[in-house]
């Protein structure tokens, strides 16, 4: 990922106009999501902030690993086998370790395994679609998974997601929850997608976009993927939940 902040000791302000607005036409859906009246900061409860706090212990053996963490034995996923890492890190690039990292995404054709997918490609019986990860004291994450397939959806005549991957990222309390979007470097489906057309500022596209990186590619197993997270600062990811981030 681009723009990856140095060390900086001064105050970082948050830029308000990183975020798209909550209404953009094009992104249909956004007509009916986008709020109707002031919205109001409800401040969370001690537990919220406090609990639970994630360890290994509730990682399970190939929760890193979406080839076979849904696989009959003997079998793997289907599709192209990537590597995707990186590092979570805050404004001033210092790592964020013990960082609960959850994945979801499509198969190689471009299907979710979910009851209400309504797209026609086959599904993948050896393909679940979701991991999860914790950092190290680096901050740095991997997970082994298959690229993800595009996928068109209804919203225009001919609109089509381009291939991504959901990130979910906890803090030390399941109510400190940040969730983005990965897309892959060279994507040409990328610039026609309406909800990325939301987004105003092209540097803040470029914070979601994950460079190819040859140096962590495994021959003739998988190519690799670098995308790195930063929480806040005004070089921050885009958090698609939280406007002003952490």
Known sequence: ?????????????????WHPPALHAPYKTSVLRS????????PTSLGEETGPVF??????????????????????????????????????????????????QAN????????????????????????????????AYEFRTIQPGPYPWANG???WRPA???FSIFGS????????????????????CPIVGAI????????LVAELDMTRTVPMDACAWRFDIVLRGRRQTMFENRLEGL
Not at 118 to 133: H, K, Q, S
Not at 200 to 207: E, F, G, M, Q
């Open 164 to 166: 991504h991957i959901h």
């Open 157 to 159: 005549g001919n609109d």
């Open 173 to 192: 309390g399941f109510a400190q929850r940040l969730i983005t979007q990965m897309y892959f470097e060279g994507d040409p489906l990328i610039a026609q």
């Open 108 to 139: 190689a054709g471009g299907r979710y395994r979910h009851k209400k997918e309504g797209y026609l490609a086959p599904l993948d019986p050896n393909f679940g679609g979701c991991g999860r990860v914790l950092t190290d004291e680096n901050g």
């Open 55 to 104: 360890g290994p212990a509730m990682l399970g053996e190939l929760d890193h690993d979406l080839i076979h963490n849904y696989a009959e034995p003997g079998e793997s996923a289907v599709g192209p086998r990537i590597i995707v890492h990186g590092r979570v890190i805050d404004e001033t690039g210092r790592p964020v370790p013990n960082t609960l990292v959850e994945v979801w």
């Open 1 to 17: 990922m681009k723009n990856t902040p140095s060390a900086h000791a001064g105050f970082m302000a948050r830029d308000r106009a």
């Open 35 to 42: 709020p109707n009246a002031p919205l109001l900061s409800l």
């Open 200 to 207: 105003p500022d092209r540097a803040a596209v470029d914070t």
